[in-house]
């Protein structure tokens, strides 16, 4: 059997080439690593994307029952000791116009602001009762920058 003579240099090299092979084997540790966590996280974002899509879909069919609720909604609004009576449907027409007889007796400018005042009041009334509705179909949750047309 012969003896094989090892250099100093030739130990350096193998252990080099030990490294190497460590290296590649914790980078490809790492990458498969990676990828389980990456296909992990995209199944995270999937379902909590598709959960978003579904809670906008229910808040979608709430919103459009609480619109056909809104429709039915009636306001009133008095001025003038019960001499006026105006009343808005949920999408702000006027409904009615109610005027006592003893309010006709007094001057056109003072029944065109009692007119205007009670229109006023039904149109405020208006917009609690839709508020309302709203927040009944949003369980609560403020919808930023949306404001009804009223």
């Not at 090299?13 to 980078?27: A, D, G, L, P, S």
């Not at 007094?106 to 508020?131: M, P, R, W, Y």
């Amino acid at each position: 059997m012969q003896k094989m003579k090892i250099h100093h240099h030739q130990i350096i090299i193998i252990n080099i080439k030990q490294h190497r092979n460590m290296i590649n084997y914790i980078v490809a540790c790492t990458l498969v690593g990676l990828e389980n966590i990456m296909k992990v996280m995209k199944k995270k974002i999937m379902t909590d994307f598709k959960k978003i899509i579904d809670k906008a879909k229910e808040l979608e069919t709430k919103m459009k029952e609480s619109q056909e609720k809104i429709k039915e909604i009636r306001a009133e609004g008095i001025s003038g000791s019960n001499s006026v009576k105006i009343i808005l449907d949920g999408e702000g027409e006027m409904q009615s116009v109610e005027l006592s007889d003893e309010i006709l007796k007094e001057d056109k400018t003072i029944i065109e602001d009692l007119i205007v005042a009670a229109h006023n009041s039904a149109k405020s009334q208006l917009k609690i009762k839709t508020s309302e509705e709203i927040s009944k179909a949003t369980g609560g949750l403020g919808i930023p920058g949306f404001k009804w047309p009223l």
